[in-house]
């Protein structure tokens, strides 16, 4: 079983950086590709970004590609999902997610191959 706690929502405005956290409890936490997703009312939970379980992979969004970076520190056993030049349209509840298997461009953002979720964090940026 794996939980996962996010932090680090909150409001900014356009233009700010946030950083979110996603910290897990799980022995092996390093045996896990770890995503984030992104959600507003009305609309599909969509993905955000992903990384390999070693984090020597990573895998974007088109829409987030050169203003938001994800990484891990499996030793503290957290990945994080830096987001700079933030619009209005990001907006959104942003879920961490685990996954056991290993993810490639073709996959990282498949819903159903991720297995655990977290509660969620909500990202505002006002227009």
């Known amino acids: 079983q794996v939980q996962l706690v996010e932090s680090g929502g909150g409001l900014v405005q356009a233009g700010g950086s946030l950083r979110l956290s996603c910290a897990a409890s799980?022995?092996?936490?390093?045996?896990?590709?770890m995503g984030w997703f992104r959600q507003t009312p009305g609309k599909e939970r969509e993905s955000v970004a992903a990384?390999?379980?070693?984090?020597?992979?990573?895998y974007y969004a088109d829409s987030v590609k050169g203003r938001f970076t994800i990484s891990r520190d499996n030793a503290k056993k957290t990945v994080y999902l830096q987001m700079n030049t933030l619009k209005p349209e990001d907006t959104a509840v942003y879920y961490c997610?685990?996954?056991?298997?290993?993810?490639?461009?073709?996959?990282?953002?498949?819903?159903?191959?991720?297995?655990?979720w977290g509660q969620g964090t909500q990202v505002t940026v006002p227009s």
């Open positions: 997610a685990a996954r056991p298997v290993g993810i490639s461009s073709g996959t990282y953002y498949r819903i159903d191959e991720y297995d655990y």
């Open positions: 990384i390999s379980w070693s984090g020597g992979n990573t």
């Open positions: 799980v022995r092996t936490f390093s045996r896990y590709a």
